[in-house]
């Protein structure tokens, strides 16, 4: 199975600035996605992590309020700027392996609190 | 656009009584289908896939679930539950036509699982 590493596992943040989490895969990823999570939620998807340009940012989400960036096959950040109480959720990062294996892994998720 | 629907936001089974966990899924053609598992505290587990192929599909902890393309359907069952089966359960879908995002996938909004010893 993949192996994906996220940092922070958990941070609390101050209105209006800004938070970086870092996603490590292993090389059998191919794709990178970010996740949100809302307090008692599913999961949404907030962008494909395009390796070495733009995300692909699903409707509602923006690239200023959560620019992204995949300088390589096997890292991505993910930015949550100008923090608000209502971005408080846990951030997910996954890699998909491929058809043949066909299976997005997760990450442990880093958990925000914005007070 | 796919969408999973999970009607069931709450079940609650005794300990040895089977499961069913209903999903229905929007997609113009036959997608990938997926369940995942969330303990407490815990990230998201790959129970089972269905891909193509034989429409009852196995996967671990004694789980499985059939696609039923008339019915837009992927539920998942289980013949006996066992308490550690008490988790956050998830059905995704994702996009195989030429042109998408292999990966890309959207999920339901979970049912929780309550099992009575």
């Known amino acids: 199975s993949a192996v994906i590493s996220q940092k922070p596992s958990r941070d609390i943040c101050q209105r209006g600035t800004s938070l970086t989490i870092q996603c490590q895969v292993d090389s059998q990823v191919t794709m990178m996605f970010w996740y949100r999570q809302q307090p008692g939620q599913s999961l949404t998807l907030i962008a494909t992590?395009?390796?070495?340009?733009?995300?692909?940012?699903e409707s509602g989400f923006v690239i200023d309020k959560f620019p992204i960036s995949r300088p390589n096959l096997t890292f991505s950040t993910l930015t949550v700027s100008n923090l608000s109480p209502e971005d408080s959720s846990i951030y997910l990062c996954?890699?998909?392996?491929?058809?043949?294996?066909?299976?997005?892994?997760f990450g442990e998720g880093s958990r925000l609190t914005v007070l | 656009a796919q969408s999973v629907t999970q009607p069931d936001i709450h079940i609650t089974v005794s300990e040895g009584a089977s499961l069913e966990l209903r999903c229905n899924y929007s997609?113009?053609?036959?997608?990938?289908l997926f369940w995942y598992v969330q303990s407490p505290g815990q990230g998201l587990q790959l129970l089972l896939k269905y891909f193509s192929g034989d429409t009852l599909v196995q996967g671990i902890k004694g789980f499985e679930a059939e696609f039923k393309r008339s019915q837009s359907s992927f539920n998942l069952r289980k013949p006996s539950v066992h308490w550690s089966d008490a988790a956050e359960y998830f059905c995704a879908v994702g996009a195989r036509d030429r042109g998408s995002t292999l990966g890309r996938l959207y999920f339901g909004r979970g049912t929780q699982l309550t099992v009575w010893p």
């Open positions: 997609y113009g053609a036959t997608p990938y």
């Open positions: 996954s890699g998909w392996t491929g058809v043949a294996a066909g299976e997005l892994f």
């Open positions: 992590a395009n390796q070495g340009s733009e995300a692909t940012y």
